[in-house]
């Protein structure tokens, strides 16, 4: 599928992916959103790619969905439609969050400038999340006559900062600063918005110094450990990978590596 919102550089096993509409700061259209899906639908499958960053082109990571796209005339008739024409709209929008939680490959995200709504959400729905100093984010639907709990976030924001700082945030809509998301553990690091490739590249490095079974499992087993029910599941699912991964040519590489004390070479296997 040629992407024409969506930029894609592939680099040793990792793909910079770029939200590529920055005259209307990555706002997310039909377009977009479409190609998103298609992205991390492909992905789930392509053992090629071990890392993805996310970036957005411009002064903005994602300002949330294209209100000047849709249009008055657009919201009228969402308004009037039945249920079932509106929940499928919706879900378009909620599956990319779902596929990229769903796809085995973990996802940094470089966020400057607006991250709103959807574009909170994308930040959310990512592994890691480094910000520029500019980043300012948060939940707008609430802002437009919606709930604020849209797109995942009445999942994702809770588990990362907490149900206090999550309930602040989503029922009055304001904007969360860089340094405070910080603070309460909502991004890895703030850097200037001109080093935030560069602050990438060192979780890049170490990511894929590691066994891509080993990435790949570890990323499944923290989505499986959020909700588990008990620690005994936790740790069941932990026993299963670390079999899993023992009965790989790649352990026996990166055993055998650290005792010689040189980097592993993996083949995946």
Not at 101 to 106: D, G, H, L, S, W
């Amino acid at each position: 599928m040629p992407y024409q919102s969506l930029s894609v550089r592939k680099e040793a096993g990792v793909d910079w992916v770029t939200l590529n509409r920055p005259e209307s700061l990555n706002a997310l259209d039909r377009a977009l959103t479409d190609e998103l899906l298609h992205y991390f639908g492909e992905l789930y499958t392509d053992h090629s790619v071990r890392v993805v960053v996310l970036q957005g082109a411009g002064r903005a990571f994602c300002a949330g969905l294209d209100l000047k796209q849709t249009g008055q005339a657009d919201i009228t008739a969402l308004a009037r439609a039945g249920s079932a024409e509106g929940l499928r709209g919706q879900r378009r929008i909620s599956e990319i969050v779902l596929r990229m939680r769903r796809c085995p490959q973990a996802i940094i995200s470089l966020v400057h400038g607006a991250a709103c709504g959807g574009g909170f959400a994308l930040a959310l729905a990512s592994d890691i999340r480094i910000a520029g100093t500019s980043a300012r984010m948060n939940a707008a639907f609430i802002r437009i006559g919606l709930s604020a709990c849209d797109v995942g976030v009445s999942y994702l924001l809770p588990r990362l900062v907490g149900t206090s700082v999550a309930s602040e945030l989503l029922m009055t809509g304001r904007f969360i600063s860089a340094e405070r998301a910080l603070r309460v553990g909502l991004v890895s690091e703030v850097v200037p918005d001109d080093q935030l490739e560069t602050a990438a590249r060192s979780y890049l490095e170490e990511m894929l110094t590691t066994s891509p079974l080993g990435l790949r499992l570890t990323k499944e087993c923290l989505n499986m450990s959020v909700d588990a029910g008990s620690l005994e599941a936790a740790v069941a699912m932990e026993d299963r990978n670390q079999i899993l991964c023992t009965q790989t040519e790649d352990f026996i590489e990166g055993f055998t590596a650290f005792l010689q004390k040189r980097p592993p070479r993996y083949s995946d296997r």
